[in-house]
């Protein structure tokens, strides 16, 4: 059984590497024949009613009927995703080092997890609106409960 996979504009560059693997493992490129044009380790991937085939963040698109895939940019709901709408971009207020601010935005990763429900590290599916807004509410308070300053 083949089954496809759907990424809605919503999706964050986090989630396209955990998506792409989740491709991987669903369903096979084609045939060698068929490939024309294609790297072989190149997995299929849907984006909405449009099937791409991505190989190490190159994107390919059939050219026509004839089995060539040609090279081309990532989908717009890709790039879209590159704001990462789940990051939060804070500043130590309090001189912490590189290895505080790793720990500080683990604790708040997980309560962020545990505010929301959703795992923007982990997540095969994008979250409904309201996940990802309770998420990001979520990591910005707990950063600025740290002595961040939170944009």
Same mark, same amino acid.
């Given at each position: ?20 693997? &989740?491709?991987?493992? /669903? !369903?096979? %490129?084609? +045939? ?41 940019? &990532?989908?717009?709901? /890709? !790039?879209? %995703?590159? +704001? ?22 683990g604790q708040c990763h ?20 309201? !996940? ?20």
């Amino acid at each position: 059984m083949v089954r496809s996979l759907v990424l809605h504009h919503c999706v964050s560059s986090a989630l396209v590497p955990s998506l792409l693997l &989740a491709a991987t493992l /669903v !369903q096979a %490129a084609p +045939a060698l024949s068929d490939r024309i044009g294609l790297p072989d380790d190149a997995r299929p991937i849907w984006i909405g009613d449009q099937r791409y085939y991505v190989s190490r963040d190159s994107w390919f698109m059939a050219a026509g009927g004839d089995g060539r895939y040609t090279p081309m940019p &990532a989908p717009r709901e /890709v !790039q879209m %995703a590159g +704001a990462d709408m789940f990051d939060v971009i804070a500043y130590p207020m309090t001189g912490q080092d590189l290895r505080q601010q790793g720990k500080d935005r683990g604790q708040c990763h997980r309560w962020a997890i545990d505010q929301s429900g959703f795992d923007a590290v982990r997540a095969l599916e994008p979250p409904s609106r309201l !996940q990802a807004n309770t998420y990001h509410r979520a990591l910005a308070a707990c950063l600025a409960g740290h002595h961040y300053s939170v944009q």
